[in-house]
T-cell receptor, first 110, second 114 residues
Framework: AQRVTQPEKLLSVFKGAPVELKCNYS??????LFWYVQYSRQRLQLLLR??SRESIKGFTADLNKGETSFHLKKPFAQEEDSAMYYC????????????FGKGTKLSVKP | NAGVMQNPRHLVRRRGQEARLRCSPM?????VYWYRQLPEEGLKFMVY????????ESGMPKERFSAEFPKEGPSILRIQQVVRGDSAAYFC????????????FGQGTRLTVV
């Protein structure tokens, strides 16, 4: 079964500390993986996707097919990074179906 | 471009009433997706539509729920005879092509059934 697991509901770190938001997936084919972010009172927006290999706002995520993981990392957290983060996967193509994890709330303290 | 617009933002219905949720995609987007988020849960896919066609409704409950995306006007998610368990946030997203291109989300409609 296709599934995305984000084991942490809440992650709290201090400003300047490294951050790693965990995401594991279960998918039989070649999935596309995404991270979405939702800042307070704002809409869900795409943060990054594995195929683009970009670094957005200092965040990176590497797809590890062996461990079926797509963890989101940032070396130095900022207070403005506080938000809900959702990992999602897609079978790609015309499936039009994103499978989301339950989300991790990141709280960056001053 | 105002982004994906959903209305109403909040909707209260009594049990047994009908709920209609509207979604206007971004300009130039012909693909629309509806997701439901129950409390403490992630977003769950419901249905994927292109103009006048339902492409994938594998996430839609078999009864009481329907969706359309007419040639003109917004996409509508309709829930008939609402029950308390339908209380959730309903999100719409749109994309220019399929979901492997970037999808943009609306702010959601929070449905409360009393």
């Amino acid at each position: 079964a296709q599934r995305v697991t984000q084991p942490e509901k809440l992650l709290s770190v201090f400003k300047g500390a490294p951050v790693e938001l965990k995401c594991n997936y279960s998918y039989s084919g070649s999935p596309e993986l995404f991270w979405y972010v939702q800042y307070s009172r704002q809409r869900l927006q795409l943060l990054l996707r594995h195929i683009s290999r970009e670094s957005i706002k200092g965040f990176t995520a590497d797809l590890n097919k062996g461990e079926t993981s797509f963890h989101l990392k940032k070396p130095f957290a900022q207070e403005e990074d506080s938000a809900m983060y959702y990992c999602a996967l897609s079978g790609g193509g015309s499936q039009g179906n994103l499978i989301f994890g339950k989300g991790t709330k990141l709280s960056v303290k001053p | 471009n105002a982004g994906v617009m959903q209305n109403p933002r909040h909707l209260v219905r009594r049990r047994g009433q009908e709920a209609r949720l509207r979604c206007s995609p971004m300009k130039g987007h012909s693909h629309v997706y509806w997701y439901r988020q129950l409390p403490e849960e992630g977003l769950k896919f419901m249905v994927y539509l292109q103009k006048e066609n339902i492409i994938d409704e594998s996430g839609m409950p078999k009864e009481r729920f329907s969706a359309e995306f007419p040639k003109e006007g917004p996409s509508i998610l309709r829930i008939q005879q609402v029950v308390r368990g339908d209380s959730a946030a309903y999100f719409c997203a749109s994309s220019r092509q399929g979901m492997d291109t970037e999808a943009f989300f609306g702010q959601g409609t929070r449905l409360t059934v009393v």
